[in-house]
Structure formats: C-alpha cells, structure tokens
C-alpha cells in the first residue's frame, strides 16, 4: 500500500513539474495544481499512512498522527488561495500583454513579427 | 564587555607592549596631523568632514591595536579599509582620488576577507577568539592540520594591507588623497597594520620554514621593487609612496628572518619609518601647498625659498638613507646585522645581505635624489607662484618629527630603549635576548654594509642620468590600466553568466532551480544503503489499486489534455477526488471534507478563468528537444519525490504528536484533535493563514479592479454562446437546497470541536452554497437579496479571530489560551462551550469572505452587469 501511495505521489510531481514548464499559463496552472496535491499528499504521509485510525479521541485504539493533518488542512485551503491568485494573475496578465506566455512573450514569434504587430496596433490606433 | 555571546563575540581591549607603541604612534602622528591638516586644506574643502573622515580612522585604527578578540579586531581593520577609501576619495571631484580610492577599497576589502577567513580558521581550531587565550596555542594551530590554509589566507590579509609585492600597486594610487591623509594613513599608520598583525601573530604562526620562506622573500622583493621604482618617480609623493614601499618590504623582510633581534628590529623600524617617513610627506605637502607643484623635473633650487623646511627634510630624507647619528641609521644597521645571521635559503643564504646591501644602496640614491632634485639642482622651473615658508604652525609637525629623529638616533637606548623592550618582548611573548642599542659598535660588517650603500647609491644618483636612459627603454607597465582591465573584465564575465542564468525566459529560470533542487535532493538519496526502512506495510488491496491506477491516468490525462482545456479539467477534478478518497481511506476525514470542498470551488474557479483565458492551445507548444528535456526533467523529478515519499513511508514514526492527543481533550476541550491543534495548539499559525486567505482575496479583487477583459462571444469554432443564462431547474433546485446546505455547515462547524469539521470546512460548504445561486441565478439577483460586502465579512473574521485570542489575556491567560464549559439547556441536554468556537468562528467567515470576493467578482465579469456598466461609460 505505501507503494502504491508513493507511487502516486511521484505520478503526480512528475507531471506538475512537466506542466510548470510549459510556456502558456494555463497548464502552468494545471502542473501548479498537479503540484500542489502532490505536495500535499508528501506531507500527509510523513505522518505515516493509518487506516481506521482517525485522531477522535474515544473512536480507535490507535490514532493517526493528527499533526500533518492539521498542516495539510490549512494547506490545502492556502493552496486553493493561491490558485486562484495565479488564475486572475493568468487574465490580468492576458489583457494586459495581449498573450498567455507566463513570461509575456509568444514564444513561435520571431522579434520581426513582434515589431511588426506593434506597428499595426500602432496604426489601427 | 558582551556583545554576542552565543558568538563568542566580546568587546575587549588589551594593552600590551606592542599595542602601547602602535596607539603611541597612532595618537602621536594623529595630533600632528590634525594640527598640519589644519593648514594644509584650503577654504573650499570640507573641513568637518575631513576630520569626521580622520578621526574614524584614527578610532579604527586603535581599535585594531588594542582588540583582544579576533573578530572584533576583524571589524576595526575592516574599518580601516573604508576610512580609508573615504579619505583617498576626499576630493571625490578628481577622476584618479575616485579610482585610486576604489583600487585600494578593493584590493584591501579583498585581502580583508582573506583574514577573516584566517581568523575564523583560527577560532575554529583553538576553540576560542580570545586574541591572548589563541597566542599561547602554537602547537595546537600547527597540529590541526589546517596551518597552512590559515598561513595563507592570514598572509593574505596581512601582504595586501601593507603594499606587499605584488599587491603593492595600490598604495601609489592612493596618493591622490590629500598629503596629510598620505602621511597618516599611507605611511604611518595604516600601512603598517598588516606589520601589526604579523607582529602580533608572530608566536603563533611564525616557526616554520613555510613563514621564513614566503615572508622574508615577499619581503626582499618588495625592498627591491619599491626602491628601484622609486628612483625614476618625478612626483614627489610618488617617491615617497615607492619608498614606503620598500621599507615595508623591509619590515616584513625582518619579520621573516625569524631570529628574535630580527623581531626586535623589526618593531625598532616600524618606529623609526613612521617618525622620518611622517615627516617627508608632510614636508612634500608643504613644498606642494607652497609652490603649487609636486613634479621633481619643475622644483629645484627651493633652498633659496624655504631654507627651515629643505632643513628639516634633508634631516628626515638622510634618515630615510640611513646616514649615521640619525634614527634610520641604527634600524639599518640591525637589519644588516640580522641577514648576516640567517639560513633561509641555506648555502645561498649569502643572497640576502647583499640583495639587502642593494636595496639600501637604492635607498640612498632616491634620498640623494629627493635631498639634492628638489633643493638645490639649479632654480625651478615653469612654477605659477614664488616658494615660501609655510606658516608657523605648519611647519611644527615636521619639527617635532625631525627633533625625534636626531633624539633616538643619538640617545636611542635613553629616548626609546623601554619602550623597544616592552613592544618586542609583547611580539615574541619569551623573555627578550641581550640587545643594546648604541650609535657605535665598533668597525663590524654591518657597518661596513651601510658604508657600501651610502657609496653606491651616491654613485648611483651621480649617474643618474644612465640609469634613466636605460629605465627609459621599457614601457612603464601601469597598474592602474591592468587593475582596471581586471575590474571590467569580471564585470563582464559576471554579466555573462548573469544572462546565462536570467535569460528573460521564466521557463528557463525555472528549468535551472528545478535541476538545481533535483541535484541537491538525490545527492543524499545516492548514499543511502537501501530504499525500504522497517516499518511494517500495510497489505494492498484492490480497492487501492484501483484508485492509484484512476489516479495515474487521470494524472496523464490531464498533461495529454492540456491543449484541450475542458478536458483536462475534467481529469484534474477526477485527480482531486482520488486524493479525497486518499484522506479518508487514510485516517483523515478533515482532509477529505475540505479537500472535497476545495475541489468543488478550485474547479468552479478555472471554468470561469477558462472564458477568458485563449480556447486554443497549440497541441505542440516548444520543439520537440525541449518536450524530451523537460519530460526527462519531470521524470527524474517524479521518480526522486516518489523514491523519498516511499522511503519515507517505510520508515518508523517519532512524532511529537502524542502530546497533542493526550492534551486535547484535557487541554483543549475537544475531541477532534485536528480540529483542537488548528484552534487551539497551533492557533497562531491558523490565524496566520486565514490573513493570508484574506489578503491573496483582496489582492485579487485589486488585480480585477480596473481590468478591461475581452469578452468572448463564440466558442473557437464560430458558435454563439448560448445567451439563455439561468436555467429555471437549476435557480429552483439550489434556491430550495440552499437552507439545507446552509443547516449541513452550521452542523459540521458546531461538531467541528469534536467529530471532523470546523471552521474551514464549514465556511467552504456554505461558500459552495451561496456561489451555486450565483451560478443560478446572477450577480444581479443575488446582489439584490444579499447586499454583504465581502472585504467587509474578511475582515470582520479576521478580528473576531483575533479578539478571541485577546481575550483570553483580560483573563490573564496567554494570547488564544481555550477556556471551555459544560452547560445545561432545558430540552437539549448536556453541551460544551469553548472560547475556541469564537476562533473558528473568525475562520469561518473569513473563509466564506475570501473565497466569495474571489469567485463573485471574476463571475461578475462574464455578466450583464458588466455589460451595463461599459455600455454607461460609453
């Protein structure tokens, strides 16, 4: 069974970091997320993997380690902040630069074609 | 004194023989050159911040002599280096003061660093940084091994302080800073620190043939260096910066002899240099201020002008070539005295009196130069104003100066005798050998060694002329110009590898911190013996890999789907249920619930960015070399996390966790100890992030404040959206299940101290709630029913969490401290009241608040309220 979980685990960061280094922003976001759950997952297991054994007191003989629960609970809602921060960052970035690039440029563009297009804008304008 | 003593820092002083006789110098030719300086600056500069300048580097430089902890000592040289930078720099105006000040900063701040790293060598290995405490631990430096990194590094530090060749190159440079700063710092003083700290570590580090081979020979070619180049200098303080040069040279030359009459005169010249070569400079200086030049080639003849002045520099310059009955002339003579007594380099250990005899020879003929270039030698020439004595008080520091000269070389053991002995017995820490000092020994070797000097080196100014035609065949090889090519070549070399690192590119960046992490992550993975610890496994089953196959396929799917955006989202939604199942399958019912909630919102979330994020990805986005590197990349990271994650897991627990379960329910009067650690142990930290929460809320809301979105009005094939926005099923079925879900999190919260709940999760269901009839039903409609201000509902969770922390202090508890109570309710019985519910209360809201500003504001961005409101603007 820790197999299996670890196994998961790798599953999910090799495919978050994959996506993380994509150009555009919404599979960044998407690897950021993968990432996340991964991570989450990791600091879960330090408290080692339990089965019937949730931390109410009275309800089981042996307990799971409630600390790493109590990290990853507040994680998983800070992760979700985050997320979504990246998300609107994602459209402001958009509007703002006229592409998703997470670094602003389009990378199939050549600097030509971008002097290019600036001048058209420039023009319609 | 304390200063950090976790550290082992202290402020301590220490006086001792050596250290009196450098604070006696430094407060000695500090007096005089405040009462010279005085003269010497004109109207226009600065005069507080001149002596701001002088007087921090005069604390400094006591600070050094007198410290007795290695870093402390550390910090004042460092000191030094900057005093002096400002000092040379004082005419911050002049292109050559600003260079010569940023050469000198440089090579000094390099070679500091050099000693800090000695000294940290040395603190480690003795265990102390008590300067006396280290002295006496000879053996246990020579022992450990690390002797001659520490020998090195120290030499260093101690080389580039005091114009070692070839570090030399920056003391001339810095004779661009006024001559008073020249007198002090450049050839009393400062210069003469690195002497000091050979001096001072001389017990310590000073019996090996290591330190006679590197010290006396640094030294001897200084010597030679510095006086032979000072021969050809025109510029008076230019001589004088090559003299001083040299008889540093001299100085270390001494101390690598490593007889104890060497030390002896080792600090004997140390006190003679300062006294004659103080004198030259400031009499330099007079010359300069008076006639308006410092190029030998244009001053001649000014005995005519200045007869007092020409007196006193003869006096000091004849010191300088060590002529008898002057100060200069007994030092020499003992440096003559000990090469003759030295076996350095063995058989031709003879070398070094005569290299010796050379360098003194040289030293005659640029004093006879400076004597006879700048007073005599015809009449000046091209000069802008008449020479004139300086005024009264000018002139004094250069009588004082000279009156010594003449003193301690007539009655040296009278004048300087005690002192001598109480400086040298400080350097060598054993009891000192006989040594006497008298003006006449009696016809000896040494003697007949300065006979020779002063014969050639008249001989060689004689034939001056020779000599500077053949000089005149090189290139002058300038410093300057190769420091500075230096200077611009590591600029752009660090400028390279800068735009290697920082291409622009975040991908690039990232790929190099990925890489970076990967490596420093699997170096210990390699030295690990073997992958599985011992804990016992738990057996698998097919339900577990069931879910561990959906969830790597989801996981692939996601990547392969991630042109396809709603796909991938679905597949992403299906990984984030899994991981829920993971949490409840395991133990955590408080994962799985908020997991599961956040699940709901984060997808709700990318559906409302996918309107206005592009429809179309590329399938392919960079060429293929780079799919592969970054798929190897994301493998070996994958395979490395899930290597750790499985080691990890097989291995047996040591937490710290049983405290948290035996206290909770006596401590913090809860039964879900998850829940307790959240409100109750670890408050501090949930308070800590339910600010964050609210501030990425309100940062969001900024970021869509004054955002101008295009709207798209088709999907990417030409189809209209559908314009039918609310479905009539959907607004009945939420409107009616809203109480429902409203009652569902008001349970879950109010259990939440006990059974799996809470705050976050109760705030995250009832957010789920309240967005679902938005979703039905608008932004408009729910404005209208439900006018709440969600920054407003952010910050008031947050301050009730935060008063019911304070609270607890009107009850004299610390802050967030549980107080909980049973009480008794006709009709319902038993129940529990605990002041942390007020806490999750805060959580509560300030979740409900951050994830509704979130969600409602982008929302409200797709709908006619928008529409509405651009439509008015236009």
Redesign the interface.
């Given at each position: 069974m820790e197999f299996s979980f670890a196994l998961g685990v790798g599953f999910l960061t090799g495919a978050g970091v994959f996506l993380m280094l994509r150009g555009q922003t919404f599979p960044v976001i998407l690897g950021l997320t993968l990432l996340s759950y991964a991570v989450n997952l990791f600091l879960f297991a330090s408290g080692r993997l339990v089965i019937n054994g949730a931390a109410i007191l009275g309800t089981t003989d042996t307990y799971s380690d409630p600390l790493p629960q109590a990290l990853v609970l507040t994680a998983i809602v800070i992760g979700f902040a985050m997320t979504a921060f990246v998300i609107i960052l994602a459209i402001r970035a958009r509007t703002d630069m006229g592409n998703d690039q997470v670094d602003g440029r389009e990378a199939s563009l050549t600097t030509d074609e971008l002097v290019e297009r600036k001048h058209r804008k420039e023009n319609k304008r | 004194m304390e200063w950090i003593p976790v550290l082992g820092l202290n402020i301590q002083l220490h006086l001792d023989g050596l250290a009196y006789l450098f604070a006696l110098l430094i407060l000695g030719i500090g007096l005089l050159i405040i009462l010279y300086a005085r003269y010497y600056l004109s109207e226009r500069d600065s005069m507080s911040r001149f002596y701001a300048y002088l007087m921090l580097f005069m604390v400094a430089m006591l600070g050094i002599v007198l410290s007795n902890n290695l870093i402390q000592l550390w910090f004042f040289w460092e000191l030094t280096s900057i005093s002096s930078f400002l000092l040379i720099s004082f005419w911050s105006y002049r292109s050559d003061a600003r260079k010569g000040a940023r050469m000198a900063l440089t090579i000094t701040g390099a070679g500091g660093l050099a000693l800090l790293g000695a000294l940290l060598l040395i603190g480690h290995v003795t265990g102390t940084y008590q300067l006396d405490e280290v002295l006496g631990m000879s053996d246990v430096v020579h022992e450990s091994g690390y002797y001659y990194v520490i020998l090195v590094l120290f030499l260093l530090g101690a080389f580039t302080k005091s114009a070692q060749f070839p570090f030399h190159f920056w003391l001339p440079h810095a004779m661009a800073a006024p001559t008073p700063v020249s007198a002090y710092l450049h050839s009393a003083t400062m210069v003469k620190a690195g002497i000091f700290l050979m001096a001072r570590f001389f017990p310590l580090l000073a019996d090996t043939d290591a330190w006679f081979i590197v010290v006396s020979l640094t030294g001897m070619a200084t010597l030679l260096v510095g006086a032979y180049t000072a021969l050809f200098k025109h510029d008076l303080k230019g001589l004088l910066a090559y003299s001083t040069i040299s008889h540093l040279g001299l100085i270390t030359l001494l101390l690598g002899l490593g007889s104890e009459l060497a030390a002896i005169a080792a600090v004997f010249h140390v006190i003679n240099h300062a006294i004659f070569k103080a004198s030259l400079f400031m009499a330099a200086g007079i010359i300069d201020h008076e006639s308006g030049t410092r190029d030998m080639r244009k001053l001649n003849g000014l005995w005519k002008y200045m007869p007092v002045t020409a007196t006193l520099a003869m006096v000091a310059a004849a010191s300088m070539a060590g002529v008898p009955l002057l100060n200069g002339f007994l030092s020499k003579e003992m440096m003559f005295a000990e090469t003759l007594n030295q076996y350095t380099l063995g058989a031709l250990s003879w070398w070094i009196p005569l290299l010796a005899t050379v360098g003194g020879a040289l030293s005659v003929a640029y004093s006879l130069r400076f004597m006879h270039d700048v007073f005599f030698n015809g009449e000046p020439i091209g000069l802008t104003k008449t020479p004139h004595e300086p005024p009264r008080y000018m002139r004094v520091p250069v009588e004082v100066l000279v009156v010594l000269c003449l003193v301690v070389g007539i009655f040296p053991q009278f004048v300087i005798g005690d002192l001598l002995n109480a400086a040298s017995s400080a350097v060598l820490q054993t009891e000192l050998p006989e040594f006497h000092l008298h003006i006449w020994h009696g016809f000896n070797v040494p003697l007949a060694m300065s006979a020779v000097a002063i014969t050639v080196g008249s001989f060689l100014y004689i034939k001056r002329k020779h000599l500077f035609n053949f000089q005149g065949q090189f290139n002058d090889i300038d410093a300057k110009m190769i420091f500075e090519g230096v200077v611009q070549d590591i600029v752009q070399k660090a400028g390279v590898l800068y735009r290697w690192f920082d291409s622009?590119?975040?991908?690039r960046a990232?790929?190099l911190m990925?890489l970076l992490s990967l490596a420093m992550v699997s170096y210990p993975l390699l030295t690990m013996a073997s992958v599985e610890g011992t804990?016992p496994?738990?057996?698998?089953?097919w339900v577990?890999?069931f879910?561990?196959g959906l969830?790597?396929i989801s996981?692939?799917l996601?990547?392969w789907w991630?042109?396809l955006?709603l796909r991938?989202l679905l597949a992403?939604s299906v990984?984030?249920l899994?991981?829920s199942i993971?949490?409840a399958?395991?133990?955590?019912?408080?994962?799985a619930l908020?997991?599961l909630s956040?699940e709901v919102?984060?997808i709700l979330?990318?559906l409302l960015?996918?309107f206005?994020?592009?429809q179309h990805?590329?399938v392919i986005?960079?060429p293929l070399r780079v799919i592969v590197r970054?798929?190897g990349?994301?493998?070996l990271?994958?395979?490395v996390?899930?290597?750790i994650?499985?080691a990890?897991?097989?291995r047996p627990?040591e937490?710290?966790?049983d405290f948290?379960?035996e206290n909770?329910?006596s401590g913090g009067g809860g039964?879900?100890?998850?829940n307790v650690?959240?409100v109750d142990f670890?408050g501090f930290?949930?308070l800590g992030?339910i600010t964050?929460?609210g501030i990425?809320?309100l940062?969001?809301y900024k970021?869509?404040l004054r955002?101008?979105?295009?709207m798209p009005t088709a999907n990417s094939d030409g189809v209209p959206w559908s314009r039918e926005s609310h479905p009539v099923l959907l607004a009945l079925v939420s409107q009616s299940l809203l109480p429902l879900a409203l009652l569902v999190s008001a349970y879950i919260f109010l259990r939440g101290h006990?059974?799996?709940g809470g705050g976050?999760i109760a705030g995250?269901i009832t957010a789920i709630a309240l967005i679902q009839q938005y979703v039905a039903h608008g932004v408009e409609w729910m404005k209208q029913r439900m006018p709440i201000n969600y920054q407003a509902l952010i910050a008031s969770g947050l301050c009730i969490a935060i008063l019911s922390g304070v609270g607890s202090w009107v009850f004299g508890f610390n802050f967030l401290k549980t107080w909980y109570d049973y009480f008794y309710l006709p009709g319902i019985g038993k129940f529990e009241l605990a002041s942390a519910m007020v806490f999750d209360l805060g959580v509560y809201l300030t979740?409900i608040g951050?994830?509704l500003l979130?969600l409602a504001n982008?929302g409200k961005m797709t709908t006619s309220e928008r529409l509405r409101l651009r439509g008015g603007k236009e």
């Open positions: - | 622009d590119s975040l991908q990232m790929f990925l804990r496994q738990i057996p698998t089953n577990v890999t879910c561990t969830l790597i996981t692939l996601t990547v991630s042109h955006r991938a992403l990984v984030g899994v991981v993971t949490f399958y395991f133990s955590a019912p408080d994962l908020t997991q956040v919102v984060t979330l990318f960015a996918l206005f994020l592009p990805s590329p986005d960079s970054d798929l990349v994301a493998t990271f994958g395979s996390v899930g290597t994650c499985y990890m897991l097989t627990l937490s710290i966790s948290f379960l909770s329910k039964t879900n100890v998850v650690i959240l670890r930290d949930t992030e964050v929460l990425a809320a940062g969001i970021l869509l955002i101008t979105l295009a006990n059974m799996p976050f995250l979740v951050a994830t979130i982008l």
